[in-house]
């Protein structure tokens, strides 16, 4: 089984501490939002994930599964 690509956006710019927590993942940074990108390897990583961005009190704009194609999925 192979992981999956996810972006997950985040209201506000994050500190460089803050996108260390999200080991994997890489970050970019828009003028209200951090995307966080890269591969997801299950259902439970990708909450593992969620809950991280709960427990630091991120505001979850959006997450969306990326095709390895390069369209994408809502999820």
Known sequence: MTSSQYE???RGRLSPSVLAS????SASVEPVETILSGPVADQA???????RVQSLGLELIEVRRVAASGSDERE
């Open 8 to 10: 997950i956006r985040v």
């Open 22 to 25: 999200f080991q994997g993942l």
């Open 45 to 51: 990583a990708l909450y593992a994930v969620l809950s």
